[in-house]
């Protein structure tokens, strides 16, 4: 192939361009430029989660739009503090959403229940419910940080093997939450 690897070479001309690789890498190279994240907050970072949304921080001109249902979301941003409660609903809306789907734990709380973490009510990190693929520390964590790990998980979908993995080559990731196993409420 190329001193690239599997990325994709892009030229472009005066009279358009074209793009040059492996499918995969073509694949991926859409899929990272349009992750959309489902706007759902549980606690004070969803504040900061509506900011980098917000004209300041832009998130839009990444390629990361809101959208309100998780039938249109790639992407669950566990935004602060969840309970045993709030931690069934997180999976509904998990499960809803289509594959290829992604979660970021964003803040102390959603990580490692933070410093809620003695209180009987409070979910010890949000990875015991759904499988994390980035997590942002800090309390609450600045528009910037997030705007980081969603670049994170840019990089993390572009190095991904989209076709081999919908092909079912690949094995899936362990489920952390069994259908047998139940969340107290």
Same mark, same amino acid.
């Given at each position: 192939?190329?001193?690239?690897?599997?990325?994709?070479?892009?030229?472009?001309?005066?009279?358009?361009?074209?793009? !040059?690789?492996?499918?995969?890498?073509?694949?991926? @190279?859409?899929?990272?430029?349009? !992750?959309? +994240?489902?706007?759902?907050?549980?606690?004070?970072?969803?504040?900061?989660?509506?900011?980098?949304?917000?004209?300041?921080?832009?998130?839009?001109?990444?390629?990361? !739009?809101?959208? &309100?249902?998780?039938?249109?979301?790639?992407? @669950?941003?566990?935004?602060? #503090?969840?309970?045993?409660?709030?931690?069934?609903?997180?999976?509904?809306?998990?499960?809803?959403?289509?594959?290829?789907? +992604?979660?970021?734990?964003?803040?102390?709380?959603?990580? #490692?229940?933070?410093?809620?973490?003695?209180?009987?009510?409070?979910?010890?990190?949000?990875? @015991?419910?759904?499988?994390?693929?980035? +997590?942002?520390?800090?309390?609450?964590?600045?528009?910037?940080?997030?705007?980081?790990? !969603?670049?994170?998980?840019?990089?993390?979908?572009?190095?991904? &093997? +989209?076709?081999?993995?919908?092909?079912?080559? @690949?094995?899936?990731?362990?489920?952390?939450?069994?259908?047998? /196993?139940?969340? /107290?409420?």
């Amino acid at each position: 192939m190329s001193a690239a690897g599997d990325r994709p070479i892009i030229e472009a001309g005066p009279e358009g361009g074209f793009a !040059l690789g492996p499918l995969d890498g073509l694949l991926n @190279l859409a899929r990272k430029h349009s !992750l959309w +994240y489902l706007l759902f907050g549980t606690a004070c970072c969803a504040i900061e989660l509506m900011q980098t949304g917000g004209p300041r921080a832009d998130a839009d001109r990444f390629g990361f !739009l809101f959208r &309100p249902t998780p039938r249109q979301a790639d992407v @669950l941003i566990l935004a602060g #503090t969840i309970t045993y409660r709030m931690a069934s609903r997180i999976r509904r809306l998990h499960e809803q959403m289509a594959e290829p789907r +992604y979660v970021i734990a964003m803040g102390s709380c959603a990580n #490692t229940g933070g410093l809620f973490q003695g209180s009987y009510s409070v979910v010890k990190g949000g990875d @015991l419910i759904v499988p994390v693929d980035v +997590y942002i520390p800090g309390c609450p964590p600045r528009p910037e940080a997030l705007l980081e790990g !969603l670049m994170l998980l840019q990089q993390k979908v572009e190095r991904e &093997p +989209y076709l081999r993995k919908i092909r079912g080559e @690949l094995p899936l990731p362990a489920d952390p939450w069994p259908a047998g /196993k139940e969340c /107290k409420e």
